[in-house]
């Protein structure tokens, strides 16, 4: 194999493991209200509701985001365990039903935006060297680089305490290539988790 085959081969393996790595979610932003009573969660029925018209999507990320609540002392409760989709939409409904089961919290997700960006690497080639050498005109361009699309995806997350009536805590999360809802859905909750027990909110 010649040398650049070589160069080619690693550049594109090291561009493949990046990928792999870059599939993490970090919270960008996050926002408590001064005036909220303190609000711990333990031991209280919280709601995971995923805003989302596909259902497919819905009931798994659900499940998970309850799991991940009762992982942190609460007791997590999918929406749709309590509000069918069809449902989702009556506020009325939603109200009446929340207040049966003694709902004490709501906990929101819903993606935000969905955005591409593109990156990568560029490698000094001698072609290059002069503008009327063998690069002339761009044509030996990216022998020896490599470009990637990352795809990011924000979400926002809201915790509604219902005795309150008002939006206690907000974050703004962002995560680089998922690959899978079930392992995007398990960090994001993990995450988020992980962030409201840290504000005492479970």
Not at 64 to 79: D, L, Q, S, Y
Not at 109 to 132: D, T
Not at 176 to 194: A, D, H, I, Y
């Amino acid at each position: 194999m010649s040398r650049r085959a070589v160069t080619k081969a690693v550049l594109a393996a090291t561009a493949a493991v990046t990928l792999a790595a870059c599939a993490t979610t970090s919270l960008q932003s996050t926002w408590k209200d001064p005036t909220a009573a303190p609000l711990n969660l333990k031991g209280k029925k919280v709601v995971a509701l995923v805003v989302t018209d596909e259902e497919a999507l819905r009931y798994p990320a659900e499940d998970e985001a309850a799991r991940e609540i009762t992982a942190h002392g609460g007791v997590g409760v999918p929406a749709y365990t309590l509000l069918p989709q069809a449902q989702i939409r009556d506020k009325e409904r939603a109200r009446a039903i929340f207040l049966r089961e003694g709902i004490e919290a709501v906990v929101v997700v819903r993606q935000v935006a969905k955005e591409k960006a593109l990156s990568g690497s560029f490698s000094s080639n001698p072609g290059y060297s002069s503008f009327w050498g063998p690069g002339f005109w761009g044509g030996g361009w990216g022998g020896d680089g490599y470009l990637r699309t990352d795809t990011i995806l924000i979400v926002e997350t809201l915790v509604y305490s219902l005795q309150q009536n008002k939006l206690v805590w907000a974050s703004q999360s962002q995560t680089m290539n998922p690959t899978q809802v079930g392992s995007f859905v398990r960090e994001l909750s993990k995450t988020l988790g992980t962030e409201m027990d840290k504000q005492g909110l479970l």
